[in-house]
């Protein structure tokens, strides 16, 4: 089916009062994976290609249209979105490339000059009827606004969001990004504020750091889209691992490769259905 508007799949989670899933892409095994399980889940899912996952493959585009081009070829509803870019640059590339929406990180900015910059952004996007995330934070470093310790402030988010008119909002609550254990705390009691102060949805990013329990939690307080990508990473990386050890002797790279792609798929497939029905038992949860 055609690609569908992030816009479109984040305010049906916020009138279902449910999360939905955005997984990032590493390689095309990824993004073949991910379609598969939101197929079969029969839900929703979001594409993510980040600003690294693009300098890895040396620029945007072949991983863009192959990534768009397996949207497009789902029987799903799928949305492909820009993360963490850094570079105003690459959010108007990937605007003109099709992408359903972008997120500006500008995290490392100060608040003015991020709220400059967004602006910057969200008028080229919303020219292209296309939504923007962004994020607030005042400290350098990979995590930005989701360093150990940082917290979103209800009444700055607030006029953040008024100032630069995006449509969603990274928060920070608690999570911290490439956790590889599942241990984060979240502060749903500042969650549920934010929620009632912000009129956009909440993103939770780091949320391979929280378990099971914690992000259904996290959903039922207010966030709407879920970023998963470390932990997926180690269901694909564990599945490799364990076929080459069990054949040693394999040097074609799509019998492994293969192996990793239908363990994320399943897991991806599992964690769509445990953002989908939050007032309800957890799917149980795999052993990697």
């Not at 605007?95 to 359903?100: A, E, K, P, R």
């Not at 040693?248 to 445990?274: F, W």
């Amino acid at each position: 089916m055609p690609l569908v508007p992030t816009a479109d799949l984040l305010h049906s989670a916020v009138a279902h009062r449910t999360g939905i899933g955005a997984f990032n892409v590493i390689h095309l095994e990824t993004a073949e994976a991910l379609v598969a399980a939101a197929e079969d889940a029969a839900l929703p899912v979001i594409l993510q290609i980040s600003q690294n996952c693009v300098a890895y493959h040396g620029g945007l585009e072949p991983i863009a249209r192959a990534t768009l081009a397996v949207a497009a070829g789902s029987q799903a509803a799928v949305a492909v979105h820009l993360d963490h870019a850094e570079d105003e640059e690459l959010t108007r590339a990937a605007i003109d490339l099709g992408f359903g929406s972008v997120m500006f990180d500008g995290a490392k900015l100060d608040y003015e000059h991020n709220v400059e910059a967004t602006v910057r952004v969200v008028e080229y996007a919303h020219a292209n009827d296309v939504l923007v995330e962004a994020e607030l934070g005042e400290i350098g470093g990979k995590d930005g606004a989701h360093a150990p310790g940082v917290r979103t402030d209800p009444d700055e988010a607030r006029r953040f969001v008024d100032e630069t008119g995006v449509d969603a909002l990274a928060v920070a609550v608690g999570s911290s990004h490439a956790m590889t254990e599942r241990t984060a705390s979240l502060d749903l009691d500042l969650i549920g504020r934010l929620h009632a102060a912000i009129p956009v949805p909440l993103v939770l990013h780091g949320s391979s750091g929280a378990s099971d329990e914690t992000i259904v939690s996290a959903i039922r307080s207010g966030i709407t889209k879920v970023n998963v990508s470390t932990h997926l990473n180690g269901f694909f990386t564990d599945a490799v691992r364990r076929y080459l050890d069990a054949n040693p002797q394999v040097v074609d790279s799509r019998k492994y490769l293969r192996e990793g792609r239908t363990a994320v798929a399943a897991e991806a497939a599992r964690l769509l259905t445990l953002f989908a029905v939050t007032d309800r038992a957890t799917p149980e949860r795999p052993s990697r």
